[in-house]
Every structure is written in structure tokens, then in C-alpha cells.
């Protein structure tokens, strides 16, 4: 190919097709107790210990790369080929602009050089399934300018819905109050979150317990899928495997023909919204907030 189909650890992109099709990435990092580690993907990762370890009070931490550590990532391949980079949500995180930074650096070193960041508005399995479709585009020989603009013109249509098992994840992070935390985990109060059109998390609902917050994701996902053979579903848990599969066998009734998968939150997203997270992604009719 005459150009690098590049993405980042924050798609949560499934290991097995991350190999399958060589997608190089981003790894992005977190830290716990000090010490840093690096998302590989769940190459490394004890994803039950990690999310028994948060039960058990310790407190994963999440941070911003920086322009230095973009240009090590980005450099090796400007030198050789143009590179097309599919980024996670600028409204979760700064770390776009460093990453536009180390663009904007390289293409003065490289000026022959084509070098395209594409928003895609999204985060973990919903990023990654606009990651799948565009890089089948890329395997086909697709221009870069096509592949790119075909994320923008279709990054509304990767939807999740997702619910947290314990709300102080949320609260932790600044996206509850502490008293709507308290009166929520009093009333058994489970959020349904979802991506929204600015890229940003959006709290559309709230049911009381678990079962009724399962309930919802199928009912909410059946109805905003425009075709189920177009792309795969991705379930995603944080150790909560018994309701992952009760999704799945929900899921599957109503959606006999769409393939659906079962893989675990990774530990940056993970550790914003804590163990027992539950959600499904799938490219949809449209994000509707």
C-alpha cells in the first residue's frame, strides 16, 4: 500500500483481529500504584485481576501522551510512506493535539509526505468497528483521502450502549455529582450511557437494577440497527461474564443474524468506569444525541 493504516489502543480493538489484519496502534497508557503500564491490548492484561484489584480500592490512573512519544510512533513511518492515524474522541481527551502537533512537526520535516488524524468521535469498540470497516476499504486499495472521509462521513453510526455496575466510577471521574451518586446507589439507579454527536459520554436514561438496564441495551441496540449483516456487534464486560453471555443470548434472539462477540473493556477505559461495566456496540442508523 502506498500508505499506513494507523489507530490507537483506545478503540479497544479486539487482539485476535488487531493480528489478523496488522493494524498497527497507538499504545496508550495507565499507571496503578505508580508504576506504568502500556494497553496492548489484553496481550499483557489479567483483566479479572485488574478489575478485582479496583474492587479492592485501587485506583487505575489514565494520562494524555505527549507530542515526543507521537513522533516515535509516527516518525519511523513518514520517513518511508504517507500514514492515515484514526484517533479516538478529541472531546475525552487532549492527547489529539499532541498528536496533531507531532503531524504538523513532521510534515515540515516531510513536506512530500500525506498525513491525515481523523477524529472519530468515538471510544473503545465503537471506534474500533469504524477501525474494521475502514481498514477492509484499506485492504481493498482505497485511497486515503476516501478511507478518511468515509470515517467522517460515517463516525455518527458507531453507537454503543453501555451501563456501569457502581456509580462511584462516575463520580470519580466528574461525570455525577456525589450526591446523584449516593441517591443512585441507594435506589439501585443504573445509567444508560451512550456516544454522543459531539463525542462526548451522554447519560439518556436511567433504569432501576440490573436486569432492567440489560433489558434496555437490547431493546435501545434492535431498534437502532439499520442492517445486522453490515458489521459485527461487539459486547463488552469488565468482568461481569455472566451478564455478557445473558446479552449475548438476548442479543442473538433478536438478532439472528448478526455476529456478536464477546470481548472485555480494556484497562483505560476500564478504569473510568469500573468493573461490572456493560455495553454493546454496533454501527447504527445514527446517534441521535
Not at 439518556?204 to 434492535?222: F, L, M, P, Q, W
Amino acid at each position: 500500500m502506498s500508505y499506513v493504516f494507523m489507530t490507537d489502543s483506545d478503540s479497544d480493538l479486539p487482539f485476535d483481529l488487531q493480528q489478523k489484519y496488522a493494524i498497527p496502534y497507538v499504545a496508550m497508557p495507565y499507571a496503578i500504584d505508580g508504576k506504568e503500564y502500556l494497553d496492548d491490548l489484553g496481550q499483557s492484561l489479567d483483566s479479572k485481576a485488574y478489575y478485582d484489584s479496583m474492587r479492592a480500592g485501587k485506583v487505575p490512573v489514565t494520562s494524555a501522551l505527549n507530542k515526543e512519544t507521537y513522533l516515535e510512533y509516527f516518525e519511523p513511518i513518514l520517513k518511508e510512506q504517507d500514514l492515515l492515524f484514526v484517533a479516538f474522541s478529541s472531546q475525552m481527551s487532549m492527547t489529539i493535539h499532541e498528536a496533531e502537533a507531532a503531524r504538523e512537526e513532521l510534515l515540515a520535516k516531510y513536506p512530500g509526505r500525506v498525513f491525515r488524524i481523523v477524529d472519530t468521535l468515538s471510544i473503545s469498540c465503537p471506534m474500533a468497528l469504524l477501525v474494521l470497516k475502514a481498514h477492509e476499504m484499506y485492504r481493498a486499495g482505497a485511497p486515503l483521502e476516501e478511507v478518511a472521509s468515509w470515517i467522517e462521513n460515517n463516525r455518527h453510526r458507531a453507537q454503543a450502549f453501555f451501563t456501569v455496575d457502581d456509580l462511584k466510577y462516575l463520580k470519580r471521574g466528574g461525570r455525577i455529582s456525589p450526591t446523584a451518586a449516593a441517591l443512585g446507589t441507594m435506589l439501585d439507579l443504573k445509567p444508560i450511557i451512550v456516544e454522543g454527536k459531539e463525542g462526548k459520554l451522554v447519560s439518556v436514561d436511567k433504569v432501576r437494577g440490573r436486569k432492567k438496564a440489560i433489558t434496555y441495551i437490547v431493546e435501545h441496540s434492535v431498534e437502532a440497527i439499520a442492517d445486522p449483516k453490515e458489521s459485527i456487534g461487539i459486547i463488552l464486560h469488565a468482568d461481569a461474564p455472566e451478564d455478557a453471555k445473558r446479552l449475548h443470548e438476548l442479543l442473538s434472539e433478536k438478532l439472528p443474524d448478526m455476529t456478536i462477540r464477546i470481548d472485555n473493556v480494556g484497562p483505560v477505559i476500564g478504569a473510568h468506569c469500573g468493573p461490572g461495566t456493560l455495553a454493546f456496540c454496533f454501527l447504527g442508523k445514527g446517534r441521535e444525541v
